[in-house]
């Protein structure tokens, strides 16, 4: 019985050893470990405000040129615009003053256009005229030509007549 009693008693003792000694350096330990959790935080909070302190001014910087192109492209718009509207103000007095110097110019001729036109549709009226009587002539030509023959021929019978008459008044007188 001695050695069931006297070797946990030991086991407890050697236990009781090393539960002192890790007891007395934990209590120690954990504040040390707090401790160092605390530092941790605090350098992690401090970094984060770092972080965001350095964000914040990157994004002011970043507004700070945006803001500034903006405004250079709102000011090259501006001068665009003011060119642009230069340009159709110059290109609007460009046209007036071609209108003042060139409508009358234009309505002349338009005038002589109409002009032309009226002498065309006159000439082109006397074409068709002449045209028309030379048609007309061409068949009275042929008429009279047709009519020449004809009266070529009725002469020609009228001849042959009067020959035959006068031989026939010769063979009469000769006969009487």
């Given at each position: 019985?001695?050695t069931?009693l006297i070797w946990?008693?030991?086991g407890l003792?050697?236990f009781g050893?090393?539960y002192?000694?890790?007891?007395?350096?934990?209590?120690?330990?954990e504040?040390?470990?707090e401790?160092r959790?605390?530092?941790e935080?605090?350098?992690r909070?401090?970094?984060?405000a770092?972080?965001?302190?350095?964000?914040?001014?990157?994004?002011i910087a970043?507004?700070?040129?945006?803001?500034?192109?903006?405004?250079?492209k709102?000011?090259q718009?501006e001068?665009?615009?003011k060119a642009?509207d230069?340009?159709v103000?110059?290109?609007?007095?460009a046209?007036?003053?071609?209108?003042k110097r060139?409508?009358?110019?234009?309505?002349?001729?338009?005038?002589?256009a109409?002009?032309i036109r009226?002498?065309?549709?006159k000439?082109?009226?006397?074409?068709?005229?002449?045209?028309?009587?030379?048609a007309?002539?061409r068949?009275?030509?042929?008429?009279?030509e047709?009519?020449?023959k004809?009266?070529?021929?009725?002469?020609?019978?009228?001849d042959?007549?009067e020959?035959?008459r006068?031989?026939?008044?010769?063979?009469?007188?000769?006969?009487s």
């Amino acid at each position: 019985m001695k050695t069931y009693l006297i070797w946990p008693v030991i086991g407890l003792l050697v236990f009781g050893a090393f539960y002192w000694n890790a007891s007395k350096g934990f209590a120690e330990k954990e504040r040390q470990s707090e401790i160092r959790k605390q530092e941790e935080r605090k350098a992690r909070v401090i970094h984060e405000a770092e972080v965001r302190k350095k964000a914040i001014e990157d994004a002011i910087a970043a507004q700070q040129v945006r803001m500034a192109a903006r405004a250079a492209k709102e000011k090259q718009e501006e001068e665009d615009k003011k060119a642009h509207d230069a340009l159709v103000d110059r290109r609007m007095r460009a046209f007036d003053d071609v209108n003042k110097r060139l409508r009358p110019q234009l309505d002349r001729l338009k005038g002589d256009a109409e002009d032309i036109r009226a002498q065309i549709e006159k000439l082109n009226l006397e074409k068709k005229e002449y045209v028309d009587e030379e048609a007309f002539l061409r068949t009275y030509v042929r008429q009279a030509e047709a009519n020449v023959k004809t009266y070529l021929g009725l002469l020609d019978q009228l001849d042959a007549a009067e020959k035959a008459r006068a031989i026939a008044e010769a063979a009469a007188k000769k006969k009487s």
